[in-house]
Structures are given as C-alpha cells and as structure tokens.
C-alpha cells in the first residue's frame, strides 16, 4: 500500500508523461549500491528458506492462514506464501509500470495483461480451482507437463485431466510456434508468463543492470539452447521408455 | 598503407570500421576527447542518470583490438603536410599514407562580453559533459542561450536536476529556422509546460561576473538582468579547425572538400562536422553537423580511400530528434519554401501530435512528425519516387510505425485534404496492420 501512494504521488511530482528514467544510475537502489545489494540477498535468502528451510517460514505462513483458508480451505504453506507475495509484487509494481508509462498505450494494456495472467491464471485458478495446474505454463518451460507420468494422471482424472494435458500438447507444439512467428517471443514473455511478469513490473527499475556485453550473450546461449536439449532428450526417453515397459531406464531402477 | 584518421566520433569511427571491412590497412585512430567511441547525442543521458559513461560506448573495449584498430588519445598539435607526418602534444609523431579529419565541431561563442567567466561553457564534448557536472554542484539557477537542439537537451538535462532553467531565444519561435511554425509553437508550448522560463526574440547582450570571475547574472535585449550561476551557450556550433592551423590545407569556416571530401592536398581528407563542401549540394548547407551526413560521408570516404574514388551522396535528408517528450522526426524538403509547394498539416487536439506532409503539382517532396513515428524507407521511398499526394495519402498507414495500440491518425489529415480540395475524395486504403506486417516478413525471409 505504502508504494502504490509513492507512486501515485510521482503523479504529481513529474506531471508530463514521457519516459522518466531520470537519476536511475545516481540511486544506490537501483545502481549496484548497498541497498540494491542488500535487496538481492534479501531476495535469494527468501528462495533458499523456501526451498530448504521451510519450517522457518512457519510464522509467517500463519499471517496468510485467513487468506489460504478462504482460497484453498487449507492453512497457508511456504508455497502459498511465495505464490501470495510474487503476486502481491507483480501487481503493486505493475501499477508503478502504468503510472511510469501512462503515455504508452501498448505499455498500459501489456501491463494489465502480465498482471491478469499472474493473478488469475497463474495464482487464483491453480489455487482454488484446478489444483497446481497452471494453463499459462507450458513444455518445455514446465517440462513435467508432458511426461508420460502427468499423462496417465490427467487422462485417468476425466474430462477435465483431458482437456488439460490436450491444452498442454496444443500450446506447446502448435500455438507457441505459430505465434512466435508472427510476434516473436513477447507475445508469452511479456504478455503471459509470471517470469516476464515479474521483470516488467518488479525488475522494470533494475533492467539497466543486465549484461549486455558480447561474453554474457554467448553464456545465455549455450545456457538456453543445453536446457532445451537436456528437456527434449528427457521427455523423450521418459515416452520411449513407458512404451517399451521401462526397456531404456529398468537398469536404473533398483 | 597507413590510414590515419584524425577523430573518433561517429565520422570517424564510421570510415574506419568501413576501410576495415574493405581492406587489412594500418587504420590508426587519433582523439584527444576520449579513448574509445561513444555516442555523442547519448552524453545526455550520463548527466540524467539513465546511462552510465560505459553504457554509452556502442563497441565493447576489445573490439578495436579485435579488428586491428589502433587508438591513440592525445592531442594533435600539427599536420607536417610535406612529410606526411602528425605531431601530437604527447611528444610522438605518426606517419600517414592517407589521412582523414574528422575533428568535429566546437561551441559558438560570438565574442560576448563575460563568455570566459568560470560558470560559462558550451555543451558539446565529453569535457564539456564533465565541466558541467562540477559547474552545477550545488545551484539553482541557470540561463541558456540560444534556441537549437543543444539549448532544449540542455535544458531538459538541467530539469532532471530540479535547476531552474531561464532559456533565451533569439528567434520568434523556439528552431523556426528548421521547424515550420506551427510546429515551432508546439515545442514553445512544451517547453514551458516543463516549467522553463522561454524568453522568445531575446538576446544575450553581457554576462556578469561576481566574485572569484565566477558568473552572476545575465543582461538580455529586453534591459532584464537574470542572476544565475551557470550560462550554457548553445547558439550552435561551428567546425572545429583546430588540428589545420598553420598548414597548406584549405578551410573557410570548415576544411574545404570536393564531393569526394578531398581537401586541396593529395591524400588528406576531411569529413563530418568539420568538412565544409566547396560547391554544396542542392537544398543543403555546405557544412552538414549531423549525426547521419557524417556517417553516410565516412562511407562514401572509406571505400576512397580504399581505392575506388567515390562521391558523397547525401540522398533524401533526414534527421530525428527529440525535444523533452515530443519526438521529432522530418524526410525530404520541409520549411523550404519551394516554388509551389503546399502542406498539409494536422495536429492532435492534445498539440502533442502533428503530421504535415509537404508537396507540389510534381509530388511529394517532405514529411515533418511530431510525436508520431513514420517509417524512414517508406517517406524516402515516396519522396524519391515522386509519388502523388493523392498516392502517398491513400497509402499512408504503410509509413505509420507507432507501436501496436497506439491511436492512428492518418484518417484524420485525409479529412483534412479532402475538405481543402473540394471534389476530392481520397480514402485511406491501407491502415497498418497484421497483412502489411506478413508481407514485410515475406519479404526479409
């Protein structure tokens, strides 16, 4: 609440709408300082409790039981935590993104798109309705979506089960294709996924601090292109392998 | 063969990536600005803090190496034209085979009485960038003179740091010797919207020091004294000349060149903001101090020097820019007062947005874009073609390149011709859109 008054109150300080980048690289925030340093240990300190030490996150998950009980009927978990605050993040910095763009009608609208997707698709839907299922997520970026193991799950959970892993199957290989050829990669990064949600609204005022040297580029490459091969390979020997009776990973088995 | 260039802004960083790609001659890089390449029209952001310094050099520092670019940073102080060899104030000496100048512009200063007072500087060099830092440590309250492109970064640079900013103006109207007037009045009502004091048919008659030659007020035509603690003077630039003095080589307010942007000695070369053409070209200044004409100059010079003499084509001019939140954008012949012409203009009811097309019985001959982008191949295309008005209008939405979403507005200047031109009655045919951007890609695959 407290930023949504800060940004608001922006409003008046720079009346004229227009790009405002002004004194970004002056702010310890926003430019490498103590502040932005201690922020990112702040950030990665939460996903290593999350991941590892959840059973510290105890007290603070009940300051979100009222909220759980009334989405999912169950007390809050470090999950719901972290699903709570990334969204509660993308939409107060989604707001700073609008103000900050009110000038840019294509900003606006992406804007407003990048935060349904996260509140809805992405945060209430899974929560309440159809349990840990996101339909904004697909293979490969959610590889396990299509692994013979959810398959049986969903086609044996009925028509729905169905629908889903036939929604999966369609948007990876058919629709995602197709639209990237057309709008290349921000009709999802910038449009859909929570990720590119959080870099356009929460990481917007950071985004002069990427690496944009030759040497970063070709890391990222290697990087995307090896994941993408490692997911394909996995995918389809989990497929090979449950339809030849685990004839490829029996040997692993014990 | 030994190339030197004298400079490293865009002429020269141009002509030597391009005689690199065309030839594995010693290519040697002289500058006493700086060491590596940056953008000049980006120094602005540094001030404003959207950009750091290294953000702003477009080549990563191994890349000189890489390409066999040898950088030196020093000063040249004398070009020893008969024995081919360049004396610099570090003590060392260069031999060239040819050698090309592109030392750029200096800051006008027209002999004001306190233009040397400490507080008083120009807007141009990275040393300029870096006296201005020191020069508004501290203050609140600055007065710019002169009305160009310069004058309004200046004063938009001096906002960012909540300086007030008093701006005087020679003209009527803020740039009308290069924008048309309605256009002009635009950027005059935007300029006060950030809160600048505009002071139009004003001249800077003194500065005044104060203790320590440090600079205290302003005197203006009008008898008004401004107090302020730093003047920007930005009425233009002029070529800077500096390196030929005391040398056979020719110059009247620029280096002169022919259009192959030779001087009168054999292998010298001058180009960009320094140059200053003998016979100019139709419609053109014979002293071109854009980011674009150096650059399409340091081209035609490279593949020169590499042996195929080649004549500098300015084409259809062009040029953007960008006054605080207003984009500019302008093709062809615009504010020329050609023979005949005619101009159709529209403006948004916002005054942010303008669209004016400008043409004769023989065709289109210039666009001017206010806070609307329109696609550069498209209007030169058009204007080189010497396609109709009737043509251009019917097909405008091809040139419209705002991004996805935003509020079209070619239909609204077809309104207006058609109620200027009675019995006409064009109609938009293509407004821009998902078949105009398959073809495009259809095209580039």
Known sequence: ?254 | MNIVIIGNGITGITAARNIRKRSNHRITVISSESKYFFSRTALMYVYMGHEKFNNIQPYEDWFWEKNKIDLIQDHVTYIDTENKRIDLAGGIAVIYDKLIIAAGSKSNKFGWKGQDLHGVQGLYSLQDLELLEDNTKNISRCVIVGGGLIGIELAEMLRSRNISVSMLVREKSYWNSILPERESEMINRHIMEHHIDLRLSCELIEIVGGENKKVRSVITSEGDEIECELVGLTAGVSPNTNVIKNTKIESNRGILVNEFLETNIADIYAAGDCAEFKKGFPFRKNIEQVWYTGRIQAEALAQSVCGKRTAYEPGVWFNSAKFFDIEYQTYGLVNMNIEDEKNLYWEDSSGRKSIRIVYTKDGVIGFNLMGIRYRQEVCIKWIEEKRSIEFVLQNLGEANFDPEFFKQHEADLLEIFNSENTGKKIILRKKRGLDRFLKQSKLSH
């Open chain 1, 1 to 254: 609440m407290g930023a949504l008054i800060f940004f608001f109150a922006q409003l008046k300080e720079s009346p004229v709408a227009g790009v405002k980048k002004n004194n970004l690289m002056f702010l310890s925030m926003t430019n490498r300082g103590m502040l932005g340093w201690m922020t990112a240990v702040f950030l990665t300190g939460m996903y290593v409790l999350i991941y590892w030490f959840p059973e510290l996150l105890e007290n603070v998950n009940r300051i979100f039981d009222p909220l759980s009980y009334t989405l999912t009927g169950n007390p809050a978990n470090q999950w719901f935590l972290y699903g709570t605050l990334y969204t509660i993040a993308i939409l107060v910095m989604g707001a700073r993104m609008i103000i900050h763009n009110r000038h840019n009608k294509y900003q606006i609208i992406r804007t407003i798109s990048v935060m349904f997707f996260q509140l809805v698709l992405a945060y209430l839907i899974p929560m309440f309705i159809v349990n840990g299922f996101f339909f904004t997520y697909f293979w490969p970026l959610k590889f396990e979506y299509l692994f013979p193991s959810s398959y049986d799950y969903l086609i044996q959970s009925g028509g729905i089960g169905m629908f889903m892993f036939f929604w999966a199957a369609v948007m990876s290989f058919i629709a995602t294709p197709i639209l990237t050829y057309f709008y290349g990669k921000r009709w999802y990064c910038s449009w859909v996924c929570g990720c590119g949600a959080m870099a356009e609204t929460l990481g917007d005022p950071f985004r002069q601090n990427s690496d944009k040297s030759l040497k970063s580029w070709k890391i990222e490459r290697w990087m995307v292109h090896s994941v993408l091969l490692i997911i394909i390979i996995i995918t389809a020997l989990l497929w090979i392998n449950s339809t030849n009776d685990n004839f490829i990973l029996k040997r692993f088995y014990k």
